[in-house]
């Protein structure tokens, strides 16, 4: 990953850069966001797009290096019934 790529991107689109959920990694930011058509990874130079049959790794993971991923703009909240969902809940 470029160091400078994220910020020429965030530069060029800030409506996107303060709501795509981002996290901080030793290489560099990761923006996260869905696509209605079917993305394949590939290498940009200055970054890579991770598609179908990519894999991302997420806070509060730990690199190998030592390095912690967090978030420095947050996933959103779900909608109320997913934790309904999720959760393991008392049927009684």
Do not use: M
């Not at 965030?10 to 696509?35: D, I, N, W």
């Not at 394949?40 to 200055?46: E, N, P, Q, R, S």
């Amino acid at each position: 990953d470029d160091p400078t790529a994220y910020c020429e991107w965030s530069t060029k689109h800030p409506q996107f850069a303060k709501v795509l959920p981002t996290v901080q990694s030793s290489r560099g930011p990761h923006v996260y966001f869905t696509s209605e058509a079917t993305l394949t990874t590939a290498d940009h130079g200055d970054g890579e797009l991770r598609g179908l049959g990519g894999y991302a790794i997420l806070p509060p993971s730990v690199h190998h290096t030592g390095h912690p991923y967090r978030w420095t703009v947050p996933l959103p909240a779900g909608p109320n019934w997913s934790t309904t969902i999720i959760l393991p809940h008392d049927d009684n």
